[in-house]
């Protein structure tokens, strides 16, 4: 097979600008790499070619490549020369900030009003929890963890600080666990953070520059925290269908003109922005419930990869599909290394171990590996060997199949509820798995003065405009933290309010 031309460059570094040459090298090729003119796949010139073009020696050339390579933007490959591999994620890593020039005193943004009164009234066991995002601690499984834990303990042989990326027995049963989700993972990918949000927080300062602009749904669990705001990105919500997001209307928000958005949602370019990646929830999504068929998910990374948008897929309910086939997730269908998967074991089994996880390209691992360590040194060593039992000894899988049979009976009880007391008040989703189900009511109601009386009456509501970019007039509603006989006693209460 005929081997393709090398790339054409008709540039030089600037002598008289007082930044290092191979810097700027670096720089200029990446930006020919982010801006789609020097496409995956696209092979170098020759080193000595280089050196003549850019006007320097052999060695500035190679360092530079050098450095391109490590990042795992380039490489090289016998009798094929070096080639383009990544033009997403891998990019971030040059010159990426240190999190530490973000920490001071008024780093982390304040949660609005009603968040912080969530967040408080949670722990008040006189409330009846109607939206939260937990199980119900009585589905807690006693007998597998006490026997997990007696099996752990025989393992554990130390409990000193941990490696920042994980021990590397639960990086194998992580790795495993998501080959069984269809995703080509070696333990090497995996990176152990303290719960999936911190695996965010440090996706947000260690790969994204103030300024950059995160694309989610809308609504959008992320828009009710502010992990993204408080290192100084941008939210701009996308809009939802049926489906899962409007690929289509993420186009037009990116710049496609050929497509179509709602004009309410105030387009932000990526291009107008610097830096920009997209944050979804494709598998029963927070807070709607809705999964995402298959064929919008490919259609998704197809528009991602043509416009070069990394992808942070939060699959922290993937294990939670009752009804029908689990779908693969994105980054079971990524060819390209668009998608960072963050995990979590807080949703299935226990918030309480604090265990998430982040698979990515390895050289992003290491990147938050050195991040991780000046955060805490590594997360709970304890509780890496008792998710790692859970998966390894199969107790996990088989916790799984009774759980969904459980949350399916309560999904189905719930909808029975909801069709009694709000047909023809409101309307909602069905969802195939996960915790939520997101009603709206087709009459205007006053939310704020619905969440307060809720309050007086024991109820604790989620109002959907805290993870909304414009009121909706909805409410996230969990099946999973109450009794049916629960919910539909919390629900009669709030339909008397209503």
């Known amino acids: 097979m005929a081997r393709s031309a090398p790339l054409d460059i008709d540039w030089a570094p600037d002598r008289t600008s007082g930044r290092p040459v191979t810097e700027q090298i670096v720089d ?119 026997r997990v834990a007696r099996e752990a303990a025989d393992r554990i042989d130390s409990l000193g600080y941990p490696p ?37 927080q440090m996706i947000s300062v260690s790969l994204l520059s103030a300024g950059s602009t995160v694309y989610a749904e809308a609504p959008s669990y992320i828009k009710s925290l502010q992990v993204f705001q408080s290192a100084g990105m941008r939210l701009t919500g996308v809009p939802m269908d049926g489906r899962g997001l409007d690929v289509n209307a993420l186009g037009k928000l990116l710049g496609d003109d050929t497509a179509t958005v709602a004009p309410t949602l105030n387009p932000i370019r990526a291009t107008d922005h610097g830096d920009a990646v997209l944050y979804t929830i494709p598998t029963n999504h927070n807070p709607t419930g809705i999964t995402m068929p298959e064929e919008r998910r490919r259609a998704l990374l197809a528009a991602c990869t043509e416009h070069r948008l990394p992808i942070i897929e939060d699959c922290a309910y993937q294990d939670l599909v009752f009804e029908g086939p689990t779908p693969r997730s994105l980054a079971a269908l990524d060819d390209n290394g668009m998608v960072i998967t963050v995990g979590s074991a807080s949703k299935a089994l226990a918030p309480g171990l604090r265990i998430g996880w982040v698979c990515a390209d390895e050289r992003i691992v290491h990147r938050l590996a050195d991040v991780k360590m000046q955060m805490d040194y590594g997360a709970s060593a304890l509780s890496q060997w008792v998710f790692a039992r859970f998966l390894d000894s199969g107790l996990y899988a088989e916790y799984l199949e009774s759980l969904r049979t459980e949350l399916r009976r309560r999904r189905d009880a719930a909808l029975e509820t909801l069709d009694r007391l709000f047909a023809g008040r409101a309307h909602w989703n069905v969802p195939r798995g996960g915790f939520y189900i997101w009603l709206t009511f087709d009459e205007p109601v006053h939310m704020g003065r619905l969440f307060q009386r809720a309050i007086d009456h024991g109820i604790l509501l989620n109002p959907g405009d805290i993870y909304d970019f414009r009121s909706n007039n909805a409410l996230r509603l969990s099946y999973v933290y109450t009794t049916p006989e629960e919910f539909a006693g919390a629900a009669q209460v709030l339909a008397d309010l209503v």
Not at 100 to 114: I, L, M, P, W
Not at 170 to 191: F, K, T
């Open 28 to 146: 200029f090729m990446c930006e020919r790499i982010s801006s789609g003119a020097w496409p995956i796949g696209s092979r170098l010139p020759s080193q000595r070619a280089m050196a003549e073009r850019f006007g320097v020696n052999r060695s500035t050339v190679i360092a530079a490549v050098e450095e391109l390579a490590d990042y795992g933007i380039v490489e090289g490959r016998r009798g094929g020369g070096t080639r383009i591999v990544s033009n997403t994620w891998s990019l971030m890593l040059p010159g990426a900030p240190d999190w530490a020039d973000y920490v001071s005193s008024g780093f982390f943004k304040a949660n609005n009003t009603t968040i912080q009164t969530i967040n408080r009234l949670e722990f008040d066991h006189t409330k009846t929890r109607l939206g939260t995002g937990e199980l119900d601690p009585r589905l807690f499984p006693r007998d597998m963890w006490r």
């Open 164 to 200: 920042p990326e994980g021990l590397d027995v639960l990086r194998e049963a992580i790795a495993a666990h998501m080959r069984e989700w269809g995703v080509d993972c070696r333990p090497e990918r995996i990176l152990v953070s303290s719960g999936a949000l911190q695996g965010l």
